[in-house]
């Protein structure tokens, strides 16, 4: 259990009765994504925070590119963890990528999750027949490519276009930060991994209520993506934030703070 909690630096707060909550961040971000969301919940609920092997300051010798060569290894990670803890009816929180790694964990051990929350969600990036991912193949090709041939310089043009709110800089500059701060290595795979994804056909199996926060103005997960996996987890709830760009957690923690609480007590 000890190696567990600490290859993912797992940070226990909150009422150690209450319902647990664990939130997962993002590409190229760590738990600190969440420091203004998750104390809220602290008053009534365990609130559990981590960060993905590869990311922040979780253990890197513990990173093996095999494993975490899909999302479903984050995925198995986040059951570990949760075993660990010896929680149930866990309330998943996944920010962008880890909405998806979510609903992968759901799968893997369904008894241990009462309901998922998925901030920015998209289960592909890449545009299909039918089906609009917000990229053409080529687009993520020509990202993935920046990333490998200057990582720093993709970090710094590409943060502010997700981030978003160019009138609060800060914003963009703590997303660079973050995003130059992982090593580039694990940047880049991981970056493959998220971006060529497609989890559409794991979205019906979901069978825990769900949210779905839609932000304005999302680059990486438009609006139409939103709408996908709202109609494809049966019973989903699908609340549009006022909020723009990409990370709500860090542009709008209140609206994001009070939508979830509106769907938990729902």
């Not at 960060?51 to 979780?58: A, E, Q, R, W």
């Not at 901030?119 to 990333?147: N, Q």
């Not at 290595?185 to 991981?190: L, N, T, V």
Request: glycine content about 8%; some cysteine.
């Amino acid at each position: 259990m000890v190696d567990v909690l600490e290859r993912n630096r797992v940070r226990v707060a909150g009422v150690p009765a209450g319902r647990p909550m664990l939130f997962a961040h993002g590409f190229g971000c760590d738990q600190e994504m969440w420091r203004f969301v998750a104390p809220d919940f602290e008053v009534d609920h365990k609130v559990v925070l981590f960060d993905h092997v590869g990311s922040g300051k979780s253990d890197l010798s513990a990173y093996d590119p095999e494993k975490y060569g899909s999302l479903q290894g984050y995925a198995d990670d986040v059951v570990e963890i949760c075993r660990a803890l010896d929680l149930s009816d866990v309330v998943f929180v996944g920010h962008s990528v880890s909405a998806m790694i979510g609903v992968l964990a759901y799968q893997r051990a369904p008894e241990l999750f009462g309901a998922l929350v998925m901030v920015g969600p998209s289960p592909r990036y890449v545009d299909d027949e039918g089906y609009v991912g917000g990229f053409t193949r080529s687009d993520i090709l020509g990202l993935l490519d920046a990333l490998d041939s200057n990582h720093l310089g993709w970090s710094t043009q590409m943060a502010p276009v997700i981030m978003g709110n160019p009138d609060r800089p800060e914003l963009a500059a703590e997303l660079t930060n973050s995003f130059c701060s992982t090593d580039p290595d694990i940047a880049r795979q991981f970056a493959r991994v998220t971006f060529l994804s497609d989890n559409r056909a794991d979205l019906p199996t979901v069978a825990v209520p769900t949210l779905v926060l839609q932000c304005s103005a999302d680059v990486i997960a438009p609006d139409p993506v939103g709408t996908y996996v709202h109609e494809h987890v049966p019973g989903s709830v699908l609340t549009h934030l006022a909020a723009t760009g990409h990370c709500p957690n860090l542009s709008a923690p209140e609206e994001t703070t009070a939508a979830i609480r509106a769907f938990l007590s729902g």
